[in-house]
């Protein structure tokens, strides 16, 4: 197997299913010639032609309605979104109609859209460039919301994506597109939408993470080994969320710490400690905290460290929880 970074992951998936399946195409700003302003489409277009990878204009919300209508049509689109804070024009598309389609329909009709695009700040970018957008889609019933923090994941998970029948948003982290290389396998795999995963185990305390901060989660509890045993779990899958491996964890470790780089109010970490509370009261030892970004748009480079979760704020939030 060898070693790939998120960016060559990626590529890989959409080369080997648009390879076996011919009704999967490719679409967004500036895919085709350039291969996308990360490259993560980069040779598509040589290989495929501009029929199954097209290059679009600078319109979000036609890319996202052409994308819906192609779906319904019997296409397998993936489109990508340059930056996620250029996703918004696209909201009225996917809470409008690609989330509504199957329900409106009455099950006549699916949407197999996958919507691409870049997650969260940590890189020093500019407004827009940095956001963490996932609650809308979460919110939003019929959008499924998965986030990568691996190469071998983000392959796995794309391709599930592609061959589900709803409509999939994948979020990548973009700190993660060439910080490591994994070995990923060469042929075509999947890994279910929904399924989080235990990527270190622990007893005394839980961090539940995502995207980029799960290394950073996963970096604190190695620093901490000698004192404490902390268990971390990558959600992989927002929405469906596994409900299930979140309860099994705390229940065991009776302690918990929700990171997202998202704003703080009703963001991803509300929601699981909800959950928390309702099937977990009883086994928990402390109050559940949570570490996430600032009610406040994301600042330009000089002030982001200030404003997003790392490794030294998760084992501070460590400490806290455990004296509690």
Do not use: W
């Amino acid at each position: 197997m060898p070693p790939l970074n998120m960016v060559q992951a990626i590529n890989q998936a959409l080369q080997q299913e648009m390879q076996v399946d011919d009704s999967v195409i490719v679409l967004g700003e500036d895919v085709g010639v350039d291969g996308g302003v990360f490259r993560v489409t980069d040779g598509l277009l040589a290989e495929f032609g501009p029929a199954r990878v097209i290059d679009t204009p600078i319109a979000e919300s036609g890319i996202v309605g052409s994308s819906i209508g192609m779906a319904i049509a019997g296409l397998k689109p993936v489109a990508e979104i340059q930056f996620e804070g250029f996703s918004y024009p696209a909201l009225d598309q996917l809470i409008s109609h690609a989330s509504r389609m199957r329900s409106r329909s009455r099950g006549r009709f699916h949407v197999p859209l996958v919507i691409r695009m870049p997650h969260g700040g940590r890189v020093n970018a500019l407004e827009h460039h940095s956001e963490s957008p996932e609650t809308h889609f979460v919110h939003t019933p019929g959008l499924k919301c998965v986030i990568p923090s691996t190469p071998y994941d983000a392959k796995g998970l794309l391709l599930a994506a592609i061959r589900d029948p709803d409509p999939v948003i994948f979020l990548e982290p973009k700190k993660l597109y060439r910080l490591f290389r994994q070995e990923v396998p060469e042929g075509p795999y999947t890994i279910p939408l929904g399924k989080a995963s235990v990527v270190h185990e622990g007893e005394d305390i839980t961090i539940i993470a995502y995207g980029s901060l799960v290394h950073d989660a996963l970096q604190a509890a190695e620093s901490l080994s000698e004192k404490y045993k902390v268990e971390v779990i990558d959600l992989r899958s927002l929405s469906p969320l596994d409900k299930d491996t979140i309860l099994k964890s705390v229940i065991k470790t009776g302690r918990c710490i929700v990171v997202h780089e998202a704003p703080k109010t009703l963001g991803m970490a509300s929601e699981i400690i909800a959950i928390l509370n309702e099937h977990a009261l009883y086994d928990l030892q402390a109050p559940v905290a949570r570490l996430t970004g600032y009610d406040t748009i994301v600042p330009l480079p000089k002030l982001e460290k200030y404003y997003q979760p790392s490794q030294q704020k998760i084992m501070a939030k460590i400490h806290e929880v455990m004296q509690q």
